[in-house]
């Protein structure tokens, strides 16, 4: 497995942007395609988004589509999210996670290495 840790959360108005990171730990990071989960308050753990193994394909909840952009540098060891025209309904916490490839890409049971989060804060 790869260790992941988050970054990049914070507070921000509605209408702004953050850039999440999800650095790995490993030289594994290039075997797992990659997604982003968040979980709000008081709710279950949704899918946000998800990147293959080789970034040839992306997938988004139609919540954030248009709006949040899923990327990867394998060189880095890093996947990203960023987020743009931030809405309050976007407050979560964010977690990134890895996945193998050809996996179900938007459920929770398919995803592995859990990193711990990040608070994304979105105010009104």
């Known amino acids: 497995q790869v260790q992941l840790v988050e970054s990049g959360g914070g507070l921000v108005q509605a209408g702004g942007s953050l850039r999440l990171s999800c650095a790995a730990s490993g030289r594994t990071f290039s075997n797992y395609a990659m997604g982003w989960f968040r979980q709000a308050s008081g709710m279950e753990r949704e899918f946000v988004a998800s990147i293959s193994q080789r970034a040839t394909r992306t997938y988004y909840a139609d919540s954030v589509k248009g709006r949040f952009t899923i990327s990867r540098d394998n060189a880095k060891n890093t996947v990203y999210l960023q987020m743009n025209t931030l809405k309050p309904e976007d407050t979560a916490v964010y977690y990134c996670?890895?996945?193998?490839?050809?996996?179900?890409?938007?459920?929770?049971?398919?995803?592995?290495?859990w990193g711990q989060g990040t608070q994304v804060t979105v105010s009104s």
């Open positions: 996670a890895g996945r193998d490839p050809g996996s179900i890409y938007n459920s929770v049971k398919t995803y592995h290495s």
